[in-house]
């Protein structure tokens, strides 16, 4: 057990903690998010501010914010990847904290869960694609 394996698992518990903080901190309004005191947050993705195009990920945001405030209906038609990404996102966070609590042997260094981790990524990649292709 290493201590760098184990301060990446904190970071990646951190920056899980973060987005989902972040999507319950926000507000959803109809097909925008906006700041808690109703300001919009506009158009965050810089390559469909380059290309005019939306991206893998365009509407994971919106669709983490939909869920975070309990409208899954929302939450798959703004990304239908969101959904499992969030899933995977919460589950991660609870895994390496029960890990770190127990001081086990850190995540990242376990294959079960960097191949779930990989294949959690690709799903959302490849469902991303279809949304942008259909777009």
Do not use: N
Not at 97 to 117: D, I, K, Q, T
Not at 121 to 131: E, H, N, Q, R, Y
Request: charged letters at 15%.
């Amino acid at each position: 057990m290493t201590s760098r394996a184990r301060l990446f698992d904190l970071g990646l518990a951190a920056l899980a903690a973060a987005q989902l903080g972040a999507s319950a901190w926000l507000v959803p309004v109809g097909d925008r998010v906006a700041l808690r005191g109703g300001e919009s947050l506009g158009g965050l993705c810089w390559f469909r501010a380059v290309f005019d195009l939306d991206c893998p990920f365009c509407g994971m945001t919106r669709s983490f914010v939909a869920l975070a405030h309990g409208d899954l209906a929302s939450a798959f038609r703004f990304h239908p990847a969101g959904p499992l990404l969030f899933a995977a996102m919460l589950a991660g966070f609870v895994a390496i904290m029960m890990v770190s609590l127990r001081r086990g042997r850190p995540l990242v260094e376990r294959r079960r869960f960097l191949l779930a981790f990989e294949t959690v990524a690709v799903v959302c990649l490849v469902l991303g694609v279809f949304k942008m292709m259909r777009s």
